[in-house]
């Protein structure tokens, strides 16, 4: 997605101007635009012309249109928004208070005005708009003296940074130079990593090389992390993925992503922390239930108390037209976020999101056990019976 002009302000009114540019941006733009908002896009409208002689032709101009939106219809085949609502804009072609569908689709542009923008519309914005927040495989691609480090979005490839680093080669009787510029380059591709790679949102890191280099790196990497206990590597030993390449060139990483062992691990990456996060709160449930509770009600009561550790909630709460019960959603993740909770917004687009909507889209893990909740809710289910 484009960002092409913005003007908000939190929790006021404002407006942005944006341009899809993959599929998946019109996923972004449902979960953005709400009822009540107004949105300006251009659209076609079939005007009827009356001659002096009385006989009416009909033609199909193109105008551009601002609308009250009523009704969102999402076409997830077509990658189509269909927006109905009222015209609020003066218009040659069509009157104000009239009836019209805008059809969003990828690169056309659309303005899209709110009232009140909430944090978790601006922060939809921010990912939909900076592709290296949903690039959640990174992929470092070598040969001795170079590198390419690429973040891999659904869409594209992003190189961050290329290392060139000249080695000498190795010699008889003197293999310390060659060594010693093996391991400054290797100390520059682990700080580029470092740099460039965010493990929040990176699920899987491929290290690609010819021969033997990416094991020599790894092993380097792996060693320098625990003499200087970096704890950032250390945690995410597991992320890494040791996989062959011919050279160290960007067009190898084709190769590498149609591994057949590559291809099963990026299948997991999407919205993996999302659906372990889901298959831990059903183990809490079973095991600790007095730490892990779903619905809203017990949920806010756990945050009064500061006790949610992870908010498990679904993108389809935020679609809500009961405007107060959204802010009722927005208030508790900026709330969990406040107190230092980790907070993971589910897709209802996927398998695990449709899950989490079967506990009413809002669920916690919490830091301590909470048994007056637990006692609350077996008493509210006593009450039902």
Known sequence: MKLVYKNVDK??????????????????????????????????????????????????????????????????????????????????????????????????????SKPEWDSIALERIDIACDPTQNADVAAVIMQEGLAHICLITASMTLVRAKIDHVIPRKRKGNVKQHEKGLQKFFENVMQGILRHINFDIVKCVLIASPGFVRDQFYEFMIQEAVKTDNKLLLDNKSKFLLVHSSSGFKHSLREVLMDPVVVAKMADTKALGEVKALDYFYTMLQTEPAKAFYGLKHVE????????????????????????????????????????????????????????????????????????LEDEEEGEESDTD
């Open 301 to 372: 009561a756990a945050n009064e108390s500061q006790a949610v550790e992870t908010l498990l909630i679904s993108d389809n709460l935020f679609r809500s037209q009961d405007i107060q019960q959204r802010k009722r959603y927005v208030n508790l993740v900026d709330s969990v976020r406040d107190s230092g909770g980790d907070v993971k917004i589910f897709s209802s687009m996927h398998v695990s999101g449709e899950q989490l909507m079967q506990l009413t889209g809002v669920a916690a893990i919490l830091r301590f056990p909470l048994p007056d």
């Open 11 to 112: 929790d006021g009114g404002g407006s942005v101007t944006l341009m899809p540019e993959e599929p998946e941006d019109m996923w972004h733009a449902y979960n953005l635009i709400s009822e009540g908002d107004s949105v300006r896009a251009s659209t076609i409208r079939k005007v009827q012309n009356e001659s002096a002689t009385g006989s009416s032709t009909s033609n199909r101009v193109r105008t551009t249109l601002t609308i009250t939106v009523e009704t969102i219809d999402f076409d997830t085949q077509a990658c189509m928004l269909r927006l109905k609502g009222r015209n609020i804009e003066e218009n040659q072609y069509v009157k104000m208070g009239a009836y019209h569908t805008l059809d969003l689709e990828v690169n056309r542009k659309f303005a899209l």
